[in-house]
């Protein structure tokens, strides 16, 4: 079995130093320079992929220990870097930063940087902000060098470094611990991204502006950095069979593999569906950007025809079955999609009906009664609104009750990321229960009918076997309508 891609890892010794720029600016240059690049990051980010998938002129992808188990990691590494010859996976937070588990016996964090650097056996390049560092960072540096053994650091970005000066006396730090410095770049505000309260603005929201940040960043990187070094430090990656949505798919009970073949390919503008499987409508577009690239893919595999439609714009697409409501921003467009009134009652009255219905975070809010004063569909009995915190972190959850997905009682991890919040409880079951860290019982989502709705953000690669009951409830609900 051969050595997988070779790849390098883009880490940090915190959060805002410069990973995203450095990373993507590096994906964008090394796709100048002729390489075939695969983009990845670490964590549950969706963000960060949308300008990666800009650079690359592909998807970017997650690897998330934590969301799919560690054992899935390399073999989601290998579908994401086929017919690639060069991978650069992003980092989240600090190289060592992780879940934050006080029964976690691990060498490192579960969900780290290091955790999947480690699981790869690639390489780290440390970017460091070099604002308000001098020979001091010599110290830091030797201490993420031999931290821990399964983790190689290969070398140095230095980041928004001040002057010519500065950068003598960083190098000389780097050189003390015998460390490479592969690229120095000066401080550059007009390269600042717009955020706002859950990070970046989402690439495909930010328009052209996007498409001109990401230009500027691999210019950026292409003047500053040495690409030749870096593509000499890459390390070809664990061997391992690639990730096969078909054989998880045909694995769980369904399937067709004529159809399944599609989900090997990449477009990243739709899909060339010849199935006469159900259709499911995926929500895509400004408000509805937090997906994973594998979720169309295993649809796919599971033998639906798969439809991505803006709720901006857009009607239900005809014919379908099923209908997936991802995560975003709903809050910021909450207007234009309570102006889409035909698409609100199509999809109360589909729901209604008992179309089956998996919405995730953006999805749930879509589906209650309305969101910061704007009229939704009304098919979850509960209000939203823009909160005053952000709920974040990885949740431990159980199935309270059968649903189009899961089964009672069974534990699926996910991760909460939002700073809305439902007024009132909804109405029906509750689709999930964890306990929260100080150990309270939480009860969380509306079961109603068969629509799952939750803030819980899950990974399909995570669940194969929910993705596989989902498309045959539509099925079953296709038939339905075409025997009235």
């Given amino acids: 079995m051969s050595a997988g891609v070779p790849a390098v890892v883009i880490a940090a010794p915190a959060s805002g130093s410069g990973k995203t720029t450095v990373a993507t600016g590096l994906i964008g240059a090394l796709g100048r320079a002729g390489h075939r690049v695969a983009p990845f990051k670490v964590g549950p980010d969706y963000i960060d992929p949308g300008y990666h998938g800009l650079a690359a002129g592909r998807p970017g992808r997650n690897l998330d220990p934590v969301l799919v188990g560690a054992e899935r990691v390399v073999p989601l590494y290998q579908h994401g870097a086929r017919e690639c010859d060069l991978a650069v996976v992003e980092g989240v937070m600090g190289l060592f930063d992780g879940r934050i588990d006080e029964n976690h016996a691990g060498p490192v964090a579960e969900g780290s940087t290091a955790q999947v650097a480690s699981l790869l056996g690639a390489p780290v390049v440390l970017v460091v902000d070099a604002r308000g560092h001098s020979q001091s960072l010599a110290a830091l540096l030797h201490g993420f060098a031999t931290f821990d053994s399964s983790v190689r650091l290969g070398g140095v970005i230095l980041n928004r470094v001040g002057s010519e000066r500065h950068d003598q006396v960083l190098r000389a730090a780097c050189d003390r611990v015998g460390l490479p410095v592969l690229g120095s770049l000066p401080r550059l505000a007009e390269l600042e991204v717009p955020s706002r309260h859950l990070g970046l603005i989402p690439a495909v929201e930010h328009g052209a ?83 994973y690239a594998e979720h169309r893919e295993l649809l796919l595999a599971a033998g639906a025809q798969v439809a991505v439609f803006d709720p901006l714009l857009d009607e239900l697409p005809g014919g379908t079955a099923g209908l997936v409501l991802p995560g975003g921003f709903p809050e910021e467009h909450a207007a234009e999609l309570a102006a889409n009134t035909a698409l609100l009652t199509a999809v109360a009255e589909r729901a209604g009906r008992g179309m089956p219905v998996h919405a995730e975070c953006a999805g749930l809010l879509y589906l209650t009664r309305s969101l910061d004063g704007h009229p939704m569909a009304g098919v979850i009995d509960a209000d939203a609104e823009f909160g005053p915190r952000l709920t974040l972190g990885y949740r431990d959850a159980v199935a309270l009750a059968d649903s189009p997905l899961w089964r009672a009682g069974e534990r699926v991890r996910g991760h909460e990321f939002h700073r809305t919040r439902l007024t009132t409880a909804a109405a029906g079951n509750p689709a999930w229960g964890w306990h929260g860290s100080d150990g309270t019982r939480v009860r969380e989502g509306a079961l109603v009918r068969q629509v799952h709705a939750s803030y819980l953000h899950t990974h399909p690669a995570g669940n194969p076997e929910a993705t596989t009951r989902f498309v045959e409830v539509a099925a079953v609900y296709a038939g339905a309508r075409a025997s009235r």
């Fill in 209 to 291: 502006a996007a498409t001109a940040a990401v230009s500027a960043m691999t210019d950026l990187v292409a003047a500053h950095v040495d690409l030749p070094a870096i593509a000499a430090l890459a390390r070809s990656t664990a061997a391992g069979p690639a990730w096969d949505p078909v054989a998880e798919a045909h694995e769980n009970g369904a399937g067709s593999p004529d159809v399944a073949a599609q989900a090997g390919a990449d477009n990243s503008t739709g899909w060339n569906d010849t199935s006469s499987g159900p259709l499911i409508a995926m929500a895509g577009g400004p408000a509805f950007t937090f997906g």
